[in-house]
């Protein structure tokens, strides 16, 4: 692959919009499985969300594939939601799941350190966020210190799981190659990242100004704006991972293969 423009991070964009109008009932439908999957695992104290950060690329890989379904004329269905079940792919996810969570706990115990412990204090409620002690607090170290760590985390996992599920690599081999496919199109990811960012902001502003003054009727649209966000995210991820390593070669059905009676 050569050096893409960073105008490409926009036409990612596009093009995972386009594929979202192909089938927007489908893919809406699936998003939303998945935010429910992830509200119900929350639900469960302390393990439930160490349980969804772990089964995040397990999940995860099934709206990626929902874009390769798109692509093909396929039709997008909830039971993409298990393919990151399958063998052998599963343990590797959830080996990817593992070291994405020790990263992210790393980052902020380095970030806690630099805040003399005000991060994890603010982090687990110990200290309200309007209090005078957070306000005094300097966290502008421990901001440093979490993109100075999760940047190359982000870059590394990526396209960890896609890599693993359709190309059969092995975890180390699926973090390597995502972290030289992101660093070689980094300006290309930044445009990416800076445009998703924005429409985000648009459409939150915009529904804070439509419904703002009915806070329960705020909260529910922007739950529906936040799933079809999703679906744009991971239908324009899964431009960017085509447009990198090429389209994936989907797995016949048996079931082609069978003789018609």
Not at 130 to 155: H, T, W, Y
Not at 213 to 223: G, K, N, S
């Amino acid at each position: 692959m050569g050096k893409l423009p960073a105008s490409t991070g926009w036409l990612w964009i596009k093009q995972g919009y386009g594929m979202f109008k192909q089938q927007p009932g489908n893919l809406t439908s699936l998003a939303m499985l998945y935010a429910m999957l992830n509200l119900l695992l929350n639900i469960v104290p302390y393990i439930g969300p160490l349980a969804w950060v772990i089964l995040t690329p397990v999940f995860s890989v099934a709206l990626i594939q929902a874009g390769a379904d798109v692509e093909q004329g396929k039709r997008v269905t909830p039971k993409l939601l298990t393919v990151g079940f399958q063998k052998p792919a599963f343990g590797k996810l959830v080996a990817v799941g593992l070291l994405y969570m020790a990263a992210a706990a790393l980052a902020i115990g380095l970030a806690t350190l630099a805040s003399d412990g005000m991060l994890i204090k603010l982090l687990t409620g110990q200290v309200p966020h309007n209090s005078p002690e957070a306000r005094d607090a300097s966290l502008g170290g421990a901001f440093l210190v979490i993109m100075a760590a999760g940047i190359p985390a982000a870059m590394a996992f990526c396209f960890a799981a896609p890599l693993i599920y359709f190309q059969k690599m092995g975890v180390g081999k699926s973090i390597f190659f995502s972290f030289f496919g992101v660093w070689r199109a980094f300006k290309t990811f930044a445009v990416f990242l800076i445009s998703m960012f924005g429409l985000m902001l648009l459409l939150s502003q915009t529904v804070a100004l439509l419904f703002g003054r009915t806070p329960a009727l705020y909260m529910m649209v922007m739950q529906v704006v936040l799933v079809l966000f999703s679906v744009l995210f991971h239908c324009s991820l899964y431009a960017s991972y085509r447009q990198i390593f090429g389209s994936p070669v989907q797995p016949q059905d048996p079931q082609e293969n069978q003789p018609q009676e």
